[in-house]
């Protein structure tokens, strides 16, 4: 059996899961939750910036403050903000891969980030994909790297070195939208930049607290051309992101992320007694799906497992990105100690928490009927 089949149905799981966070904020506070994603969307704008969050105005200000930060965080000549990450690799791909050619993307491991696929078939061109340092054809128009994958696989400098190299004159663009930090900040490698790349892109939302928006640098020749295809198609950030970014950016503190490294370890051993399919990422923990459908008998899938799992999590205030995620997100079930509301919780307490919503879930998957309802909410709710 199947309970979540359609992306239908993962649409109407995350509206059950933001009905249940809107009905927690109301009845207990903002403060019942901890948002455990790491990608929280921080938004730490002052009262001074509001006044000139202005179409005109805003950028006067802004895109100065956003220059000087940005090029601290990413190095590169010329600075530009993008409405998502996704926008910004668009904007890239459309200015550079010409009808015809290839672009090549090297990866540490599949799945690449969708955006890159789908943009070069918009643009006309031919997408390859290479998970090894190999040699690419001939008429090549960019190439793309990604330093960090979604499950924070990083690539190894000494294959962006190679790359770099291989590349002759050809732009070569990172694809940093977590990489920016876990390489360099965890893994302490270089920046994409001082690694010979000619431009990168970050994610402002990612292991740091700002907003959902994409952050790029590179040669400032490079970043003109992408700039004039971004602000045809409206792809570039707005005022209130670029604030968001500039804030976040002046509050980025490199220590707190370390310091998620020494409480993922010790959330690690507190869980692998209980339970020995817990594994670490870079700043959190995480549990397949496919370990859930081992350790319980069920004909339900593992996503089905995941799903429920998460939204088990969330009634206690635990939110993970199968119970919130847009469909087609992964299902591994992370605990991503970097966010902002970890410094809340205690790891115990987190611990006792993850045991009793496992075992909740042992018993919830005996009924059918049950496990709809956790999905997808009593039946009187759902629209
Ligand atoms: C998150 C991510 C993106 C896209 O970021 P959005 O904010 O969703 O546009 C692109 N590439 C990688 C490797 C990512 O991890």
Do not use: W
Not at 152 to 179: H, Q, R, Y
Request: net charge positive.
């Amino acid at each position: 059996m199947r309970i979540v089949k359609t992306q239908v149905d993962e649409t109407k799981k995350r509206e059950n899961a933001l009905r249940i966070i809107r009905s927690m904020i109301k009845k207990k506070g903002r403060e019942s939750l901890f948002d455990l994603t790491g990608l929280s969307g921080g938004y730490p704008i002052k009262e001074e910036d509001i006044k000139i969050l202005e179409t005109y105005v805003g950028p006067a200000i802004f895109e100065e403050k956003l220059q000087e930060l940005g090029k601290k965080h990413l190095g590169g000549e010329k600075v530009l903000a993008f409405n998502r990450t996704t926008s910004g690799i668009l904007a890239t791909i459309l200015t550079f891969a010409k009808v015809g050619t290839y672009v090549v993307h090297y990866l540490p491991k599949p799945p690449s980030h969708p955006s890159i696929p789908k943009s070069v078939k918009l643009a006309g061109a031919k997408y390859l994909e290479y998970y090894d340092v190999k040699d690419f054809p001939d008429n090549t128009s960019l190439i793309i790297i990604t330093g960090a994958t979604m499950d924070l696989d990083v690539m190894p400098t000494e294959n962006f070195e190679k790359i770099v190299k291989m590349s002759g004159d050809i732009p070569v663009f990172v694809d940093d939208a977590s990489g920016a930090r876990v390489r360099t900040v965890l893994y302490g490698q270089p920046t994409a930049i001082e690694l010979g790349a000619d431009l990168v892109i970050t994610s402002t939302d990612k292991l740091m607290n700002g907003p959902r928006g994409g952050l790029m640098s590179g040669k400032k020749e490079l970043i003109n051309k992408i700039k004039s295809t971004a602000h045809q198609l409206g792809l570039e950030a707005q005022p209130p992101l670029m604030a968001g970014m500039v804030r976040a950016l002046e509050e980025f503190n490199p220590n707190l992320l370390k310091k998620s490294i020494k409480r993922k370890r010790k959330l690690r051993k507190l869980l692998e007694k209980d339970f020995e399919g817990v594994e670490e990422t870079p700043t959190g923990i995480k549990i397949e799906p496919e370990y859930l459908k081992q350790k319980i008998k069920t004909d339900l899938s593992s996503k089905d497992l995941a799903f429920l799992f998460s939204m088990i999590l969330l009634r206690s205030g635990i939110i993970t990105i199968p119970a919130v995620g847009m469909p087609g997100a992964s299902t591994t079930i992370r605990l991503d100690l970097s966010s902002k509301d970890a410094e809340r919780i205690k790891l115990e307490e987190l611990k006792t928490i993850f045991l009793d919503a496992f075992s909740k879930l042992k018993d919830i998957v005996k009924s059918p009927e049950r496990c709809k309802e956790i999905i997808y909410g009593a039946k009187n709710d759902q629209n």
